[in-house]
Nanobody, 122 residues
Framework: QVQLVESGGGLVQAGGSLRLSCTAS????????MGWFRQAPGQEREFVAA???????LYADSVKGRFTISRDITNLLVYLRMSSLKPEDTAVYFC????????????????WGQGTQVTVAS
């Protein structure tokens, strides 16, 4: 069982930046492919970005060029650096883990965090 914990959410003005972090309680993320997803009120959860164990990355078109996913060298943390934020980026952001590849499909992810709220004010 992997217990994921997200942090770094908050309120930011449009055009601003935030960095979200994800860590696993009591263990490393070594060997896991990691994804970030988000869910806005009344909407389906959607893929944001993923980073594979080998470092390959994948992004949703809506965030490409603005968001960067990365994992630290210790494999204790995965980050989502968000810049040029827009009001439509407002959502609860979730971190997820799988051993099945850096993929867009949330059904492939086995472990999920509780989420962190990101609110972008216009």
């Amino acid at each position: 069982q992997v217990q994921l914990v997200e942090s770094g959410g908050g309120l930011v003005q449009a055009g601003g930046s935030l960095r979200l972090s994800c860590t696993a309680s009591g263990q490393t993320l070594s060997g896991y492919d990691m994804g970030w997803f988000r869910q806005a009120p009344g909407q389906e959860r959607e893929f944001v970005a993923a980073v594979g164990w080998g470092g390959e990355t994948l992004y949703a078109d809506s965030v490409k060029g603005r968001f960067t996913i990365s994992r630290d060298i210790t494999n204790l943390l995965v980050y989502l650096r968000m810049s040029s934020l827009k009001p439509e980026d407002t959502a609860v952001y979730f971190c997820a883990a799988t051993r099945r590849g850096a993929v867009r499909d949330d059904s492939w992810y086995d472990y999920w965090g509780q989420g962190t709220q990101v609110t972008v004010a216009s």
